[in-house]
């Protein structure tokens, strides 16, 4: 599976943005799917992660409340929605998809897209 990330930018301070993570080659039903997120000099933080089933999701502290997950089955699509955002959020963002497991840790996904950069700044 090919995953594309988009919709990343500059947003305000308690803004709102969604970024999409759209899959081509294979279907995303297959698929437990992660998002996570980066910031120079530390490791790649798994923020909210989605079992192929949709039953069993996983929100980092940081994130609940304000974050959430969604999948678009006719587009093949998954969708980070964030409200509340804050400059802590400021990372590159990764959708990544695994066939096997659903645990938020980086390392246990085979297929990422590209990252998004996501500033919050007034």
């Known amino acids: 599976v090919q995953l594309q990330a988009s919709g990343g930018g500059l947003v305000q301070p308690g803004g709102s943005l969604r970024l999409s993570c759209a899959a081509s080659?294979?279907?995303?039903?297959?698929?437990?799917i992660g998002w996570f997120r980066q910031v120079p000099g530390k490791e790649r933080e798994g923020i909210l992660c989605?079992?192929?089933?949709?039953?069993?999701?996983y929100y980092a502290d940081s994130v609940k409340g304000r974050f959430t997950i969604s999948k678009d089955v006719a587009k093949n699509t998954i969708y980070l929605q964030m409200i509340s955002l804050k400059p802590e959020d400021t990372a590159v963002y990764f959708c990544a998809a695994d066939a096997y497991q659903w645990a938020c840790q980086a390392s246990q996904y085979d297929y990422w897209g590209q990252g998004t950069q996501v500033t919050v700044s007034s």
């Open positions: 989605m079992s192929s089933s949709t039953r069993h999701k």
């Open positions: 080659g294979d279907t995303l039903d297959n698929y437990a």
